[in-house]
């Protein structure tokens, strides 16, 4: 539990002063409780949630002025460089890194709940093949709600442990699947002797013709550290619409499917997507100076840019441009977009505009063009953005199952109509 400073925020309305109590954590702001203001007959106002912290949680600390973020206390860089993704979602569900024991069994665990029932397969024939893969899994994950029956006590603390393991399971090869779809390939199933990242790529792109396909390891560890980077983000947008489906009771399943749902916006994690379209529209380093002054002018974003935390870098992005200048050098990929990118990158971060609005890359700037040397379709990256934070969607869950926790219900300032009558 949080710690009351024995401060206090003295606020005064009406001529009477009210006293809020101030909290503090082990990182981060001070926090002023401030349900007491409501028996003065006002509510707080604050859209877009700014100031707001909706929680406490022990999960993950971001400081966006020093672009630190840490993960049960561990650093995003060193977990992205010296963890594998099923460590640190080991790490992101029980609070501690898996010992070499703790490791291996997860791994069993997990690999044992890659399969999916059959008749979820059926689902996708529900979709046209031209279907984005974000509907489909908004649809599917939702869908799994429907199977689990036996394990959906959300009281229970087991039923919610093996939640955990079948979605952090499961996710990929749905995900996979989405694209098979959408490709019109038949689906490929999980293999038990692939690591996480492998099984991924080989459901995504093996094939009956090629018996023999094997994933090529370098494209493994970035797809891996990709997953890592994503995995989790504090009460993030899509987190936080989890944990307020979480508050009426709905199950985990339906939760997650909440949290695809608000995932895909080009403001949240549908960015990715919307950055190589955005590269794709500029073209050329020759009409970057143009794609700016539109920018200036708001006529549009420029995607995978700015963040309402990170004032500063985002630590991802850096661990990001490392892997993307790694897996290129690797490929022997010579892509123009990331010269195009980079160009972009140089030309932000010395513009008075966005100097001073303190924008700079976020994890989706560098992500695509990756995912793109990956083989990755570009309606597929939301898709992996989605995969991988789904640990975090569900530790944030967890936590909030654990404790006491009431129904998120805020309330508005009203300035619509007066009461009237029916005057007929
Ligand atoms: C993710 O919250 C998270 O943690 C999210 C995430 C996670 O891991 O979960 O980190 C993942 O969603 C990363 C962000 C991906 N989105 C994008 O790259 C889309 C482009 N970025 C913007 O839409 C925007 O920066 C947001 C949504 C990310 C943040 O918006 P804010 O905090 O509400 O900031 P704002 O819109 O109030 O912008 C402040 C100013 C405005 O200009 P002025 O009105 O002051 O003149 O900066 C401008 C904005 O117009 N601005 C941009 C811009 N982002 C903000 N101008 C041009 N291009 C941009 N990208």
Known sequence: MSEATGKKAVLELDGKKIELPIYSGTLGPDV???KDVLASGHFTFDPGFMATASC???????????????????????LATQASYLETCYLLLNGELPTAAQKADFEVKVSQHTMVHDQVSRFYNGFRRDAHPMAI?????????AFYHNNLDIEDVNHREITAIRLVA???????????????????????DLSYAENFLYMMFATPADRDYKVNPVLAKAMDRIFTLHADHE????????????????????CIAAGISALWGPAHGGANEAVLKMLDEIGSVDNVAEFMEKVKRKEVKLMGFGHRVYKNFDPRAKVMKQTCDEVLAAL????????????????????????ERKLYPNVDFYSGIILKAIGIPTEMFTVIFALARTVGW?????????????????????TGETQRDIKR
């Open 235 to 254: 009460q993030n947008a899509s987190t936080s619409t989890v944990r307020l489906a979480g508050s009426t009771g709905a199950n985990p399943y339906a």
């Open 394 to 414: 569900i530790s944030h869950w967890l936590e909030m199952h654990s404790g006491p926790y009431k129904i998120g219900r805020p309330r508005q300032l009203y």
């Open 332 to 355: 022997g990929i010579n892509d123009p977009q990331l010269q195009l990118a980079m160009e972009l990158e140089r030309i932000a971060l010395s513009d008075p505009y966005f100097v």
């Open 32 to 34: 002023v409780d401030v």
């Open 170 to 192: 499961k996710i990929p090869t749905l995900a996979a699947w989405s694209y098979k779809y959408t490709v019109g390939q038949p689906f490929v199933y999980p293999r038990n």
């Open 56 to 78: 406490e949680s022990k999960i993950t600390f971001i400081d966006g002025d020093k672009g630190i973020l840490l993960h049960r206390g561990y650093p995003i860089d060193q």
């Open 137 to 145: 899994m908004v649809g599917v994950v939702g869908a799994l709600s």
